[in-house]
């Protein structure tokens, strides 16, 4: 994974520097100035966003924590961690999930069913995602000037249809646990065994077969996916090119699609970029605009994330000396 994360950020911040060369630079700190602070307002925006992903998560964990001992408040700031890991570390896409796994163990939560419930909330992103492109799909055929780009995502979207199915069948039937075990271990150490390789096997399926908490833990991401779209309708409006909110429920699913099929890439860099130009220009954006709009993106990645990576350094700092000073009282 960490060998895929350096060539896909490579590769990713090559297609970054083409775009920004073939673009004009200028151009694009113009269409930022023009903005002006309102678009950070996209930072305590983004909040809306994490809560519906808590939520989501809370719903996989209740029955495996009863006694609510991670609660919506910890469970929202280990969202902002994973969300700032994935997006501003050099890790690949899950390299988050494995940082929240670690995290709520400090509660007091076993691995197995902590690892179960992200993975399963994983694969429901993945399929979540699918439906979010479906929508983008749908408002995209309505939409003039996007004949083109309609049947090569379309083409692209049917022919990938099978990669969700699979994936969720082999979890719930198939067993896969002995991969996540390596995948798990540098995080678990050497506490992951073969019998927690049958728990966490276990609890995928556990996980999977509550049918109702999936459904609505699906339905609470999918309106998370959503409310991103509300980022690039604000941003454009504030840089004079506004787009109907179609149009803005469809720059955003085509940005998750390009996103998540290079999840290798760190952060999405360049990905992001080349997918607002590329399907931009069906709505009249020109490529200043759209790389204008994922510079703000960022900046409110960077405004999010820096203060949750912080957060996390501290409290894994306190957690440390905490421990030493404890070993330390034993020893004597």
Known sequence: ???AAYIGGVLGFALLVILFVRADFAAIVRTLESGGWKLLWLVPYRGSFYALYALCWLTLLAPVDPAGRAGFGYVFWVTLVRDAVDRLLPVASVGGSLVGVRLMRWRGLAAAPVAASVIVEIVLTLLVVYLFIGLGLVLMAESSGSAAAYRRVAVA????????????????????????????????????????TAALDLELRASLHRTGRFTIAGALQFLALVSGSFEIWFALRLFGHPVPVAGAVVLESMVQAVRHLAFAVPGGIGVQEAGLVVFGQAFGIDAQSALAVSMAKRLREVGCGIPALISWQWAEGTRLHRQMRFHSEESR
């Open 1 to 3: 994974m960490k060998k």
């Open 157 to 196: 979207f049917l022919l990938s249809l099978p990669v969700p199915a699979v994936t969720l069948w082999l979890l719930r039937y198939g067993s896969v646990a002995d991969r996540l075990r390596r995948v798990l271990r540098p995080l678990l150490g050497d506490s992951v065994k073969q019998e927690d």
